[in-house]
């Protein structure tokens, strides 16, 4: 056993709760793993997991070499990748966690012009509107929507989006168009799910915000199909700017009580903090903020 393999394999099962887990992300079968984590140990002469059925623990000796040992790990691919890159440019892989609607529109394409600029990377885009735990499945980089929770994550703010109003033509010539918040009681409303709340809207006319109750036939957990519904005269929906921008300026759509906003919603970049960020992440983030900064709000 090479001594990098069982550091990594060791890391993995700690930072995943298992083997299984472990081999999973190192890329070799459970039993492997388990046989080189047995190895690590008889090599530093000590017990570092406790194993049960259910699973693994931290020894003393286990939580020494814990907090070291994700540091020492990127240290060598940091500076095995600053090797190569120097030669070739940045190569590898970057593991990437997005929201579905946000992914699909705006940050795949974004990540095609990274990657044309760097041929030898590998983008792994994994789209999911639940945010997901990024040291269990080895994320590098998320980029979130809205208010951040507390957690040890680090963040970079890249960015806001603005929330509007909007229905077809069709919808508003036979249902007529609300003069004020209130009377969006009186319409179908397409309630997108992925927005926290209690049933309804924050909007705000500049005087201060008020949350509107609404209801309609429809519940969706996808901003695009929310726009989708809307554009098939079903109802007026409150969607993220960008999802119904070339709606608005064909006039396929249009804005309802346009000096109505929704919530503005902070985009950031997140990232473990434990973990030395690698070369090819960090000129990402970097690209990603400057391509967001230059698209504005």
Same mark, same amino acid.
């Given at each position: 056993?090479?001594?990098?393999? =069982?550091?990594?394999?060791?890391?993995?099962? &700690?930072?995943?709760?298992?083997?299984?887990?472990?081999?999973?992300?190192?890329?070799?079968?459970? $039993?492997?793993?388990? $046989?080189?984590?047995?190895?690590?140990?008889?090599?530093?002469?000590? !017990? *570092?997991?406790?194993?049960?059925?259910?699973?693994?623990? *931290?020894?003393?000796?286990? !939580?020494?070499?814990?907090?070291?040992?994700?540091?020492?790990?990127? !240290?060598?691919?940091?500076?095995?990748?600053?090797?190569?890159?120097? @030669?070739?440019?940045?190569?590898?892989?970057?593991?990437?966690?997005?929201?579905?609607?946000?992914?699909?529109?705006?940050?795949?394409?974004?990540?095609?012009?990274?990657?044309?600029?760097? +041929?030898?990377?590998?983008?792994?885009?994994?789209?999911?509107?639940?945010? #997901?735990?990024? #040291?269990?499945?080895?994320?590098?980089?998320?980029?979130?929507?809205?208010?951040?929770?507390?957690?040890?994550?680090?963040?970079?703010?890249? =960015?806001?989006?603005?929330?509007?109003?909007?229905?077809?033509?069709?919808?508003?010539?036979?249902? =007529?168009?609300?003069?004020?918040?209130?009377?969006?009681?009186?319409?179908?409303?397409?309630?997108?799910?992925?927005?926290?709340?209690?049933?309804?809207? +924050?909007?705000?006319?500049? !005087?201060?915000?008020?949350?509107?109750?609404?209801?309609?036939?429809?519940?969706?957990?996808?901003?695009?199909? %929310?726009?989708?519904? %809307?554009?098939?005269?079903?109802?007026?929906?409150?969607?993220?700017?960008? #999802?119904?921008?070339?709606?608005?300026? @064909?006039?396929?759509?249009?804005?309802?009580?346009?000096?109505?906003? =929704?919530?503005?919603?902070?985009?950031?970049? &997140?990232?473990?903090? @434990?973990?030395?960020?690698?070369?090819?992440?960090?000129?990402?983030?970097?690209?990603?903020?400057?391509?967001?900064?230059?698209?504005? +709000?």
């Amino acid at each position: 056993m090479d001594l990098v393999d =069982g550091m990594r394999v060791f890391v993995a099962a &700690v930072e995943t709760g298992s083997f299984a887990g472990a081999a999973a992300r190192v890329g070799i079968s459970a $039993k492997l793993a388990s $046989k080189y984590m047995a190895e690590l140990e008889a090599r530093m002469g000590t !017990q *570092l997991l406790y194993r049960t059925t259910r699973r693994l623990g *931290l020894t003393a000796a286990g !939580q020494r070499l814990m907090a070291r040992a994700p540091d020492w790990l990127d !240290q060598l691919d940091e500076m095995a990748s600053d090797l190569r890159e120097s @030669q070739r440019g940045l190569s590898g892989t970057i593991r990437v966690s997005a929201a579905v609607t946000h992914g699909e529109l705006l940050l795949a394409p974004l990540l095609r012009r990274f990657r044309a600029a760097h +041929p030898g990377l590998t983008i792994d885009l994994r789209l999911a509107d639940p945010f #997901v735990d990024l #040291v269990a499945q080895g994320i590098d980089l998320a980029v979130r929507i809205g208010r951040l929770e507390d957690s040890t994550l680090m963040a970079r703010r890249l =960015g806001g989006i603005s929330v509007v109003l909007i229905a077809s033509p069709g919808y508003l010539a036979r249902h =007529g168009h609300p003069a004020a918040p209130e009377d969006l009681a009186d319409h179908a409303c397409i309630r997108d799910t992925n927005m926290r709340g209690d049933g309804t809207w +924050p909007l705000s006319d500049g !005087q201060g915000e008020r949350r509107i109750a609404v209801q309609g036939p429809f519940l969706v957990n996808s901003a695009r199909t %929310a726009r989708d519904l %809307a554009l098939a005269d079903e109802g007026v929906a409150l969607c993220p700017d960008y #999802v119904v921008r070339d709606d608005l300026a @064909q006039g396929r759509l249009l804005r309802v009580l346009p000096e109505v906003q =929704g919530p503005y919603l902070d985009i950031h970049a &997140v990232y473990p903090p @434990q973990r030395r960020m690698t070369r090819r992440t960090r000129a990402l983030l970097e690209f990603l903020v400057d391509a967001f900064d230059g698209a504005g +709000p």
